[in-house]
């Protein structure tokens, strides 16, 4: 997005002459080619992990062809058919009203900014700065580009919350300074106060209702823990047990109990345990195992503790 502004801007200020040869605009890219590259080396590196004590320099790491390669044939194609709105069965697939549920349920401040902005913006649509036109450019593609793809999480909303943000900030941000404006500065307080509150009930009290709230996606429930620690307990005791979920949906049980002796499989449900956690309570009961009772690990999927 923020690639194609550049010569969207330079041809809105300078029309067809932005595109001739420019030695100030070759340079001014140069840096900025240079400065990605530094920040990407940092991210795609863990940290310059790959320069300062491990196997490979950065370059070769960010050359490297494997990765390269594992790019183009799993991770494009991934996203590709995953992102588009058509052609069978989507992960997290949502409707294109999914975002704005979200946005008008707890975006007070940034969608209550970007909405007083728009006047604003219709006044100077035909003498934007690079900042002002940089805003409405950013946050018009945010919202096309989230809205119309397939695979919608509610952490991406972060995308256009951003960028609503900004705008709000250009175009209305300055009629805050303002001496006659004091019913908007009432309601810009109103909307922080509001915003901040549901920030503080979100990840603090009501953290884990994934029923009840949008953005609690793929939390764990507390009974998770409880189940954990039951596992550790049995472990301790001397028990063999399995944890069999069909297709290894068993996170994040190998990372709590990473320091226990507990086998995890998700092909099929195994003889031999003293007991198996699993949500395929049938086909480990024809193995001779008894329910004894269940956790709800997410909202609606439950795994069943059972016994020989």
């Not at 409707?95 to 979200?102: D, F, K, L, N, T």
């Amino acid at each position: 997005m923020f690639v194609l502004f550049i010569p969207a801007y330079g041809y809105y200020s300078q029309g067809k002459s932005y595109f001739k040869f420019n030695k100030k605009n070759l340079v001014a890219f140069a840096l900025s080619t240079t400065i990605f590259a530094a920040f990407s080396s940092f991210m795609y590196s863990s940290a310059f992990v790959c320069l300062f004590g491990g196997e490979k320099g950065i370059l070769d790491a960010l050359l490297n062809t494997e990765w390269i390669k594992h790019y183009f044939d799993v991770s494009l194609s991934y996203w590709l058919s995953s992102s588009l709105p058509f052609g069978g069965q989507k992960p997290h697939f949502h409707p294109i009203w999914y975002y704005p549920v979200i946005l008008l349920k707890y975006e007070f401040l940034a969608v209550g900014m970007a909405l007083v902005s728009l006047p604003y913006f219709r006044k100077k649509m035909k003498s934007l700065s690079f900042i002002e036109a940089f805003s409405i450019f950013w946050l018009s593609s945010a919202f096309l580009f989230y809205h119309a793809m397939a695979y919608k999480t509610p952490w991406l909303v972060v995308h256009m919350v951003t960028p609503a943000a900004l705008f709000g900030s250009v175009f209305a941000g300055r009629e805050l300074f303002d001496e006659e404006k004091e019913a908007f500065r009432l309601v810009f307080v109103l909307l922080s106060f509001l915003t901040v509150l549901l920030a503080i009930h979100v990840s603090f009290i009501d953290f884990n209702n994934a029923a009840r709230e949008d953005l609690i996606y793929v939390q764990t429930q507390p009974a998770v823990v409880e189940m954990a620690g039951r596992i550790a307990d049995l472990v301790h005791d001397g028990k063999r047990v399995l944890v069999y979920v069909p297709g290894n949906y068993y996170w994040p049980l190998p990372w709590i109990l990473r320091h226990e002796d507990v086998v995890f499989f998700g092909d099929q449900c195994l003889p031999g345990f003293d007991y198996v956690f699993t949500n395929a309570k049938k086909e480990c009961g024809k193995l001779g195992y008894s329910a004894v009772r269940s956790y709800e690990v997410r909202v609606g999927f439950y795994i069943w503790e059972m016994v020989r």
